[in-house]
């Protein structure tokens, strides 16, 4: 699908309401209109699949940003000292939380986590402003299938000397990933699951 301005509320909603419910609908709206797609895929976990969810499809997009992040920090914990995602999918994530944290007034920094080391300087995983040794971190993801890539995110923060104990996702295509992180001691949740948007997608395709 490609891009357009057009979104299913008028566009000046999603800057002035202060309803999470409405903010809420209009992502999953998003979702089922630009990122979710049905056929045959092979999902970076090499599983197979009849959907794909391409998040960055509405992370990347203004309204679905906006709405993304002001959803995300009405879950974050009171004590989070920062977020941070794996990139790529975690990029535009963790950068909106942050930027929306201020007009919050709860101003939040972010940290991206490099799949390889830096090549050249300080060689580090962590992009970021450096933090306290025991911060408290909140490590944001778009789509979890299995959950690895959040888990090596966790792993990298850890290895950093922050404290991590919760993962926060925007989809869950209930495949494993919140098992996976359970065992490792970790709290998740998400904003929807792949439930969400299969019941949802029938409606949005019709108008579209």
């Known amino acids: 699908m490609s891009y357009s301005t057009h979104t299913p509320n008028n566009s000046d909603i999603w800057a002035v309401t202060t309803d999470l419910t409405i903010l809420r609908q209009g992502l999953l709206d ?3 209109r630009l990122a979710y797609q049905e056929g045959d895929f092979i999902l970076s976990s090499g599983q197979s699949s009849p959907y794909y969810i391409n998040g960055k499809q509405v992370t990347l997009h ?3 940003a906006l709405a993304m992040a002001r959803l995300l920090l009405n879950i974050l914990p009171e004590d989070a000292q920062a977020v941070a995602g794996l990139t ?10 942050s930027v929306v944290s201020v007009y919050e007034n709860r101003p939040i920094p972010a940290l991206i986590i490099r799949k390889e080391a830096k090549g050249h ?3 580090a995983y962590i992009e970021g402003p450096s933090l306290p040794q025991g911060a408290k971190v909140v490590v944001l993801e778009d789509v979890v299938t ?3 890539s959040a888990l090596q995110a966790v792993e990298r923060l850890k290895s950093a000397g922050y404290t991590v104990d919760r993962v926060i996702s925007l989809i869950d295509r209930l495949q494993g990933g919140r098992e996976l992180y359970e065992s490792a ?3 998740f949740q998400a904003l929807f699951t792949i439930q969400d948007l299969k019941k949802r997608y029938p ?3 019709s108008t579209i």
């Open 30 to 32: 998003l979702f089922c």
């Open 203 to 205: 409606e949005v395709k």
């Open 185 to 187: 001691g970790l709290q």
């Open 146 to 148: 299995t959950g690895q």
């Open 62 to 64: 203004p309204q679905g």
């Open 88 to 97: 790529l999918g975690g990029d535009p994530i963790v950068s909106a939380v």
């Open 121 to 123: 300087g300080t060689m």
